[in-house]
Nanobody, 128 residues
Framework: QVQLVESGGGLVQAGGSLRLSCAASGRTFSSYTMGWFRQAPGKEREFVAAISWSGGSTYYADSVKGRFTISRDNAKNTMYLQMNSLKPEDTAVYYC?????????????????????WGQGTQVTVSS
C-alpha cells in the first residue's frame, strides 16, 4: 500500500506558474504508474497527466498539453506537476494517484478507475 500527500497548490494569476508535489510513503514507489487528476466544483474528476514507473513515458490530457509537465524522482518518492501558462479554467482541486502497474504504456491510465490509491488533494485557484 502507498500513501500520497499533495502540496504546492495556491492562488495564482492567469499566465502564472505553480509546481505541485506528491510525496509517497513506502519503499515501492518505483513500482507504481502515477497520475494527476483534477476536479472543479460541480464537475467530474478529470485526467490531467500520467507517468510511467521509470519516468520514461508520459501522457497528457489535450487541455494541458504543452503547458503542464509531469515528472518523478524515484529516489525521493516524489512526483511533480509543473504548471505554466495557467488559465482560470485550470482552477480545481488537484489529486495525485498511484496505480499498481510497472509499465511504460501509460496512455491507458486515463480514468480514475485505472488508479488504486489517492491523495487528499490540493487546491489550485487561477484568477483572471
Amino acid at each position: 500500500q502507498v500513501q500520497l500527500v499533495e502540496s504546492g497548490g495556491g492562488l495564482v494569476q492567469a499566465g502564472g506558474s505553480l509546481r505541485l508535489s506528491c510525496a509517497a510513503s513506502g519503499r515501492t514507489f518505483s513500482s507504481y504508474t502515477m497520475g494527476w487528476f483534477r476536479q472543479a466544483p460541480g464537475k467530474e474528476r478529470e485526467f490531467v497527466a500520467a507517468i510511467s514507473w521509470s519516468g520514461g513515458s508520459t501522457y497528457y490530457a489535450d487541455s494541458v498539453k504543452g503547458r503542464f509537465t509531469i515528472s518523478r524522482d524515484n529516489a525521493k518518492n516524489t512526483m511533480y506537476l509543473q504548471m505554466n501558462s495557467l488559465k482560470p479554467e485550470d482552477t480545481a482541486v488537484y489529486y495525485c494517484a498511484a496505480a499498481k502497474a510497472r509499465t511504460e504504456v501509460v496512455g491507458v491510465f486515463a480514468t480514475p478507475q485505472d488508479f488504486d490509491y489517492w491523495g487528499q488533494g490540493t487546491q489550485v485557484t487561477v484568477s483572471s
